[in-house]
């Protein structure tokens, strides 16, 4: 067997190459189609924390975030976040005791949304170190489960704090952290910053997980190498380009490769969200899949307005398929 590449405190991880937690787009099936082609982890789109503790019903959105494959997707990360540190570690206490359970909790401490983070949650407690600090104590001390959390520089350039905030969240029981090289303020505008991540690479032990402008298979051994990170997660450039795991960017994989996944990619979501649903979920994936691609300019309002599977279907054979011959 391979050596691990790293451990998430005894949680062996077989790999580098990890897809990024993003609402709407880190389902179920993206994230198995993902870990199909080499993701070395899996972690759910950010869950708050609120909407668990009101929410019983296991079919409720929230909940079904939390639902995985625990064949497939170990080692498996429920991330969540909220501002209320009591309720955090409440419900994250409730989280370790599903059944299947996840392997690690996950604390976003990086979402830039403004309903989220004014509110003192998601990238709003980076401006609290003290509040990080006293959450991470907490949950590491009341938790069986490894704690982690994923931040970004802080909450604009004239406030960066990552290397603090690293430190903290090691001294208080954190066994990885994952960072965006940029600040709230910055969304997802600018260029990361890598060498920041070297820096909270260099100032804690635990593993570091580098994430920011990782778009070609190139880039993940250049930031790998720039930083000295442990892994490397890749979030928009997977969108479209799941292959980016197996070491191929978009320009070497076939049409062919291509429809298949795409029919795939269509079936998970079906399955997990029945008929209707599934679909229209699927569209804002199928927008990437045929970006670039013969036919794009007339296959995408048809393909993404498609009501049907069949409809979906016709329009892949009628415009599609035919190339590939």
């Known amino acids: 067997m391979t050596s691990p590449a790293f451990f998430v405190r005894d949680l062996p991880i077989y790999g580098t190459v990890i897809l990024s937690p993003m609402d709407g787009f880190s389902d179920l099936p993206f994230r198995l189609i993902c870990r199909e082609l080499g993701s070395a982890m899996s972690y759910t789109e950010f869950v708050n924390v609120d909407e668990l503790a009101v929410t019983k019903r ?3 959105k929230c909940w079904r975030k939390l639902e995985f494959d625990p064949v497939v997707e170990r080692p498996m990360t429920f991330q969540i976040y909220g501002h209320d540190v009591d309720r955090i570690v409440r419900v994250a206490q409730c989280l370790q005791d599903l059944q299947p359970a996840p392997d690690i909790i996950d604390i976003n401490l990086g979402c830039y949304v403004k309903s989220i983070s004014e509110r003192g949650a998601g990238a709003g407690m980076l401006r609290c170190p003290d ?27 004239a406030s960066r704090n990552h290397v603090e ?8 029981g954190a066994s990885l952290i994952a960072v965006h090289g940029r600040t709230r303020a ?18 804690v032990r635990i593993p570091v997980i580098g994430n920011g402008d990782v778009k ?16 490397v997660m890749i979030g928009r450039a997977a969108i479209g380009n799941p292959w980016i795991f197996a070491g191929k ?17 269509l079936a998970l979501n079906l399955e997990f969200y029945g008929p209707e ?8 994936h199928a927008a990437r899949y045929i970006a670039g691609l013969p036919n794009e300019a007339e296959l995408r309002v048809p393909l993404l307005t498609a009501s049907t599977v069949a409809e979906f279907d016709r329009l892949i054979e009628s415009t599609l398929a035919p190339l590939t011959a």
């Open 277 to 284: 649903r599934g679909l229209v979920l699927f569209r804002k």
């Open 216 to 231: 070609t298979v190139a880039d993940i051994a250049r930031m790998r190498a720039h930083t000295g990170c442990d892994g």
């Open 249 to 265: 960017d978009r320009e070497q994989v076939t049409l062919d490769e291509k429809i298949a996944l795409m029919r795939r990619h």
């Open 186 to 203: 910055q969304g997802y505008s600018g260029q990361a910053d890598w060498d920041a991540i070297a820096e909270v690479k260099q100032a």
């Open 131 to 157: 509040k990080i600090e006293t959450l991470f104590a907490r949950l590491s001390r009341e938790l069986r489960l490894p704690v982690t959390g994923k931040i970004r520089l802080g909450w604009d350039e």
């Open 58 to 60: 296991r079919d409720a």
């Open 165 to 172: 905030n690293a430190k903290r969240l090691e001294d208080n």
